[in-house]
């Protein structure tokens, strides 16, 4: 059965750096997109990021553009997301999602991730 | 940047009884070459990640009840529960697929 398995949260302070990671098992991870996701406290979701299978296409929200990067390890079945200057407005769970097909809807989703950006 | 938005935010159901979520989408999601409505739906419980329900506007997701069911094309779209059962309480969201970014409807709360 496909599990996505997200770890790296954690509290931060402002400014400084945290990198999520997304483990895939339970599918052919080198043959779907991924996305991030995620989720103030309470609040509604927001598409952050997709990366298509071979990593070469990478699209981000603007709200995080230039300070996130996201990339994936198909040997390892793994997707990242490197934050950078990271702000309060950032925190919230952030979830991975498999996409059926890039660019698509998503179809699996991870529990996701709390972070916590806080001085 | 596409904006969705959902009615009404809350919305309160007898069991057994139908619920209707609308969704509008601030431009066109239906893509012309096929003749798709890039439009998803979600269900959220609380502590849960989003579960996929309905893609395509009307596709039901593998494992969805058929109590389940979506409509719409171009910019109007609705999720109904047609028989809403206990489980069914959650937050339900739109999604469009159809431009970058791919943004969702600011949810819509369904209680009983």
């Known amino acids: 059965q496909v599990q996505l398995v997200e770890s790296g949260g954690g509290v931060v302070q402002p400014g400084r750096s945290l990198r999520l990671s997304c483990a895939a098992s339970g599918f052919t991870f080198s043959s779907y997109g991924m996305h991030w996701v995620r989720q103030a406290p309470g609040k509604g979701l927001e598409w952050v990021a997709i990366?298509?299978?071979?990593?070469?296409?990478?699209y981000y929200a603007d709200s995080v553009r230039g300070r996130f990067t996201l990339s994936r390890d198909n040997s390892k079945s793994t997707l990242y997301l490197q934050m950078n200057s990271l702000r309060a407005e950032d925190t919230a769970m952030y979830y991975c999602a498999k996409a059926p097909h890039y660019g698509s809807y998503s179809d699996y989703w991870g529990q996701g991730t709390l972070v916590t950006v806080s001085s | 940047d596409i904006v969705m938005t959902q009615s009404p935010d809350s919305l309160a159901v007898s069991l057994g009884e139908r619920a209707t979520i609308n969704c509008k989408s601030s431009q066109s999601v239906l893509y012309n070459s096929d003749n798709m409505n890039y439009l998803a739906w979600y269900q959220q419980k609380p502590g849960q990640p989003p579960k996929l329900l309905i893609y395509w506007a009307s596709t039901r997701e593998s494992g969805v009840p058929d109590r389940f069911s979506g409509s719409g094309s171009g910019t109007d779209f609705t999720l109904t529960i047609s028989s809403l059962q206990a489980e069914d309480v959650a937050v339900y969201y739109c999604q469009q697929y159809y431009s970058i970014p791919y943004t969702f409807g600011q949810g819509t709360k369904l209680e009983i």
């Open positions: 990366i298509s299978i071979d990593g070469t296409n990478k």
